[in-house]
Each structure stands twice: as C-alpha cells, then as structure tokens.
C-alpha cells in the first residue's frame, strides 16, 4: 500500500509575506528586462526594417526587349495584342474590358486604392528572353534567380511540372513526359490561346467577369503570361505542378492568367509562388486564376505570397465546382503593401465541396484585407473556412469573408472559423463576415477569436532557457501550424522561414 503524507507545512506571515515579495521583484525583473529589450529592439528598427530579405530582394539589372509606355490607353491595349499575334477575339475583349475599367471607380471598402496610378505604371515588359524547356537556354542572370530562388531544384526533386514567369512573359515551362503521355496538358497561357483556341474560349471570362471590379475589368485588358493547365477525365496527376511568377522591374504591374480545367473524375496538386524585390516606387499585381472543378474532380491550389512593400497585390480567384467535387484553397500571404484577396468558390452542382485554409502576416505599414467566399448554389454542399492572421507594429489584417446561400442549396453546412493573434497594442485585427441564407435547411457556424500572446507561455519558455524572441517565434509558428502542414514539406519550410522575417521586421 502506497501511503500519502498528510504532514502540512505552515510558514508564519513574516516567511509567506517574504515569499510573495520575492515573487512580485522576480516578476518586476521579468518585465523591466523584457522593456529594455523592446527600447533596445526600437532603437535597431530603422536597421531592421531595411535588411535584406535575403534571395527574395535580388535583383538584376533591369532589361528587356520591349517596354510600352506608361500608362493604359486602347493604343497600349492593341500594341499588347499585337505584339502577341492574338486573334481578334481576344483584342475585342481586351477593349471591352478596358472600357469597363475606365467607367468603374475604385471601391469604396477596405484600403485607400488612391496611389494606384496607371499612368506611372508600366503594364508590358518583355524581358530579353524566350519561352524555353530547357533551364539551360534561359539567360543566365534570369536562369540563377531561378536557381536562388530553388524553382529548378524543386523541378527535378517533387513536381511534375514548372512554369516560371519573369517580369510579362513566361521564360521556361515543362511538363514531365509521363503526364503528357496521360493527355495532361500544362503550358503557358499565350501558347494555350494559340493552340488550344476551342478549349480557352469556352472557359475563359467565365469564371472571372471583367465586371466585377476594376482591377479584374484592368486585368482583363492587359493580361499577359501565366499558365493553362488541362487534366482529362480520370487522370491523376500525382506529384504537384507549380508556376512562379517574378517580377523583377520597378513601377511595374504583372497580370498573369492562369486557367485550370479538371474534367470528370481528375486530380491535381497546384502550386504558386510569387515575390518581388524592393524598389521605391510602386508595382502593382492583378493576376485572375480561374478553376473548374468537374463531376467527383478534386483540385488543391496552394499558394505563397512573398510581394515587397511596394507591392499592391490586387488579385482575383475563383473556383466553379460542379457535382461531388472539391477545391481546396491553401493561401499563405506575406509582404505587398496593400492586399485585397478573397479566394471565392461557387459550388453549383450537388454534394459539391470547398475547404479553404489561409494565413496572412501584416507587418509595419501593411493593410492586408484578406479573406474568402463561399456560394452555394446547389442542394447538400459543404464549406469550411479557416483563417489566421498574424499583426505587429501598426500593421492591419483584415479578414473580410463571405458565406451565400441560395434558395436550392438545401441541406447544406457551412463552417468559418476566423483567429487574429495581435503581436502588439499598436496593430489592428478585424473580422467582417457576410452571410446570407436564403432556405431553413441549412447548418452553419461562424466562429471569431482575437488574441495576443500569453506572457505567462512566453515567461514559461524564457524559464526553461529560450530566449524571449525565439519563445514568441514558436509560439507564432505554433499558430500557423495548421497552414504549414497543409503544404508540401519544402514550402511549409519557405513559409515559416518568412513568419521568422516577419517577426525581425525583414520582409520588404
């Protein structure tokens, strides 16, 4: 028998009273450390705030084969189609999209749009290079930017395919060949408008209208790059495929298009990489993706963001599901000035599915304005939504979501669960949710925290011998695990590499 000692050791109220004040100085201690090391972080912020980001802030001198003027005139929009050889179908819709944008006003939500100006903006810039397929014949200054930034080592190790994207054309794309031999076809955009005219033109526009803001109607009007991917009926494509767009010039825009089609039955792996290194003028980002996800296809879209400060990421994406498929959105979204992404899928046949997952880190000077939209369109669909945020030093996170569901979408459910963990008292996290339900036979959730860090983990993590920016820095990644183990393992690294950046005050 194991017996328990009952003995109680009573201290007098000198010895108790002693203990409570060693206590109080060592906690005293505890913050009076922890405020000079902020002064102390304060004082090397302007230092801080300019390191380099390492491969990201790389850049090379800036040159090209062609550069259109400043500015967005129909003048501009036909020497972009001209100098593609488009057909006439293409330029017509170019010049409808451009007259939407000339009448369509910036919003009037989220961030101040006003700094945008088009005429201080370069929508074309041809680099001096060609569309290759062999890593080899790229330029040698575009090719080891590339190389730093690990796009053909990731090539040969883990994807089936790599399109990568420098300043507005595609500089290298290549598919492996046993996934051509199953019909997959994975090639740039301006190549699939040339040889795959029928297919491009029954789906292009259709998920994405011009009209639904300005900077899809701008997009609209000068896309140029970006990839076209098509997966048969039935066809698995295994290992993930991935596009990295850079752009590389100052006071410029990027417009990529990116189209995906799964027919009935397919499933893919897509991932997008993005960055751009620091200038002090601003650049602009207005890409579209447009999915559709057939009958039982499943499609997972991840995506790391990586834009300098002087970046204004305004991108458009949107998936179409039709009967029992399924898109999963996975977003990690760093750097850029000003963002405003909300990743919308429309679940119009039945039993279809959307699960999205995203993290966002608003740092000094950032408004990121972030989130994702759900309709449902048809009887027993499901949604989840799951999104972080991460603030520090006056940055502004955002999550600004929406939730439709329509009059024939019965039996369907729907879960959204927003966190925002504030690394300060001088950042800002909100939630702007938006549902609509239009039937009673529907089940849905809305879920919203908002937090900072527990000092008491921080003092436990500091007890146990972690200094206290490293203590913080577990603490964050532990939040964003979620995210990072949605992701392949070398990209779960880059992301919680850049939550590390972040929290230094290095990114941009």
Known sequence: MISRNNTAT????????????????????????RARLREKRKAERTEVVEMRRGVYDNKNKFEYSLKLENGLSEEIVREISESKGEPEWMLNKRLEALEIFNKTPNPTWGPDLSAVDMNQISTYIRPKAQLESDWNSVPDNIRDTFNQLGIPEAELEMLSGVGAQYDSEVVYHNLKQRFKDMGVVYTDFDTAVREYPEIVQKYYGKCINPAMHRYAALHYAVWSGGSFVYVPKDVYVDIPLQSYFRLNAPGAGQFEHTLIILEEGADAHFIEGCSAPKYNTLNLHAGAVELFVSKNAHLRYSTIENWSRNMYNLNTKRAMVDEDGKIEWVSGSFGSAVSMLYPSSILRGEGASSEFTGITFAGQDQYLDTGAQVMHYAPNTYSSINSKSISK??????????????????????????ESLMLDNESRSDTIPTIRIQNDDVDLGHEAKIGRIDETAIFYLMSRGIPEEEAKAMIVRGFAEPIAKELPMEYAVEMNNLITLELKGAIG
């Open 393 to 418: 030093s006056n940055g502004i996170a955002i999550y600004r979501g929406l939730v439709d569901v329509g009059v024939n979408a019965h039996g369907s459910k729907s879960t959204v669960s927003c």
């Open 10 to 33: 009573t201290l007098s109220t000198e010895e108790l009273q002693a203990k409570l004040e060693q206590r109080k100085a060592a906690r005293k201690a505890f913050r009076a450390e």
